[in-house]
């Protein structure tokens, strides 16, 4: 239901702030900081470093980062972007105290940035929403275009996952769009198997998946 067009702007704003609360909670942010504070810490990297958020939602992962590079000396820049038209706007005025993101609406698969434009390229909660013939095509795209690490998070397929899904949007209180799209993004999502043979065929053949806690998986291709 989160990608359909012409949504409540209430519902709406609703559903992304659950899926950040969500994502903090279970995981998935703290997934993508960590590869990327590993990366900046092995690599040295300091000062200015730059981000293209690919399917940002809410922006919360954005978020997460610059507030994390604040603490630590390391002042990241974010591009933050996302097709749907309603989202832009909400997750820009989330985001109105962060002048370091900058909101762009624009395709995933049609990215305008030229390759290696960017330090770090993050993906998160996107490939569950795509067909298989898109995830290749996504993969292909984004390898290209950071100079460190391309970071995908993402839910992985399984009954328990699931479950756990349902579960947790019924406990936690959590808008009507996230109780319904919660369970059907998990049976929507792709094995960690699944997602290693795509990243071959899309010649992203080094790219690392791993397992985390809480039905995630992490996806790093370090240049």
């Known amino acids: 239901m989160l990608d359909q067009s012409n949504l409540s702007v209430r519902e709406l704003s609703t559903s992304l702030r659950d899926v950040g609360r969500l994502n903090r909670w279970f995981g998935g942010t703290r997934a993508v900081v960590a590869e990327v504070r590993r990366i900046c810490r092995e690599r040295g990297l300091a000062g200015k470093v730059s981000v293209l958020d690919v399917g940002t939602g809410g922006a919360d992962i954005p978020r997460a980062l610059v ?133 071959r065929r899309a010649g992203c053949g080094e790219m690392r998946w791993s397992r985390r806690p809480f039905y995630r998986v992490v996806g790093v291709l370090e240049k």
Not at 131 to 143: F, I, P, Q, S
Not at 150 to 159: G, M, P, W
């Open 67 to 199: 507030g994390w590079g604040k603490r630590h000396g390391i002042a990241f820049e974010v591009v933050a972007c996302d097709r749907h038209e309603q989202v832009v706007p909400l997750a820009a005025a989330f985001s109105s105290s962060h002048e370091s993101i900058t909101f762009l609406r624009t395709d995933a698969l049609g990215l305008p940035f030229l390759p290696r434009s960017f330090d770090f390229v993050t993906c998160s909660l996107l490939i569950h929403h795509l067909a298989e013939d898109e995830v290749l095509a996504l993969l292909e795209k984004l390898r290209q275009l950071p100079r460190h690490a391309l970071i995908a998070c993402d839910l992985e397929r399984s009954d328990r996952g699931r479950a756990g899904a349902w579960l947790a949007t019924r406990l936690i209180f959590c808008g009507r769009l996230t109780r319904h799209d919660g369970p059907l993004s998990v049976l929507r999502s792709y094995t960690l198997e699944e997602l290693s043979a795509r990243s």
